[in-house]
């Protein structure tokens, strides 16, 4: 290895959280903080289906909710608002924003052993490093724009480490993050993003928080109209791959992670 290089991954060594160095033996470190593969693999899936090891399987709900499911079924639900499916099924952990309704409900079904409002106070933010086994939750704070105002850390990104990847949900984002957060994220494999083009922020500057991330795979999220989401593609199109699906589920593992940054347009659907 040469000495540079080997200087780099000393120092990205010593940069780790303490949970990110000491993970429970069941789930795979995450790229978080390190380099990424590089191999040219997305899988299309079903949910339900047997997923293999160390992958994981990501749905796009409704909105701005993804579903999150492991190889031994832990679910993760993000920006939950009470329903997923016309089944009874469960999420094992929800997070929430409330930047607007839409993104957040105060009717929680009790048997979620897991809830993540990711909003606090100027004083008193959001703060989780929720360790599962299989998957670890934790979260990044972001101010909104209220009233003419701002409010704190009333938005969290929250950040998956399952499946050796390291998956954010950026909520409803309505600032560029600054260094300090940009360092407490890391670097991203797999980013879900807001792309209604003004209600969160404009396009341009959604594409730079895209391309600071530096995900390989890059999920839109929250488009109101076709118009906005083909702004956002075509803004990004000289530097990701674009990959329409016409499904809501894909499938992620590390080596399956693009050689090119890949925009994967989903097609939400609830839950079967």
Do not use: K
């Amino acid at each position: 290895m040469p000495p540079l290089a080997r200087a780099l991954l000393v120092c990205l060594t010593l940069a780790l959280p303490a949970h990110a160095q000491n993970a429970l033996p069941d789930r795979l470190d995450s790229n978080c903080f390190a380099l990424a593969s590089a191999i040219d693999r997305v899988i299309p899936a079903s949910y339900g289906a047997p997923i293999a090891d160390n992958t994981v399987r990501l749905r796009y709900l409704n909105h701005a909710s993804y579903a999150l499911e492991t190889q031994r079924g832990l679910l993760a639900v993000t920006d939950f608002t009470g329903f997923i499916s016309a089944s009874d099924i469960v999420p094992d952990v929800v997070t929430m924003n409330n930047a607007h309704g839409t993104h957040w409900t105060d009717r929680i079904d009790p048997r979620i052993a897991h809830v993540l409002p990711g909003w606090g106070s100027a004083d008193a933010p959001a703060r989780y490093d929720l360790e599962l086994g299989e998957m670890l939750v934790r979260n990044v704070t972001t101010d909104v724009r209220s009233g003419g105002g701002v409010r704190a850390n009333a938005n969290s990104i929250f950040i998956f480490e399952v499946a050796g990847l390291c998956i954010g949900h950026l909520g409803h984002l309505h600032q560029i993050p600054s260094d300090e957060q940009y360092a407490q994220i890391g670097r991203l494999d797999v980013v879900m993003v807001p792309v209604d083009g003004g209600y969160t922020m404009d396009v341009a500057s959604m594409a730079g928080v895209v391309r600071r991330l530096r995900a390989s795979v890059v999920l839109p999220m929250h488009w109101f109209s076709g118009q906005s989401l083909e702004d956002f593609v075509q803004d990004m199109s000289a530097e990701f791959e674009i990959v329409e699906l016409d499904q809501p589920d894909i499938e992620m593992s590390r080596d399956r992670l693009p050689r090119r940054p890949t925009i994967i347009v989903l097609r939400p659907e609830l839950l079967p």
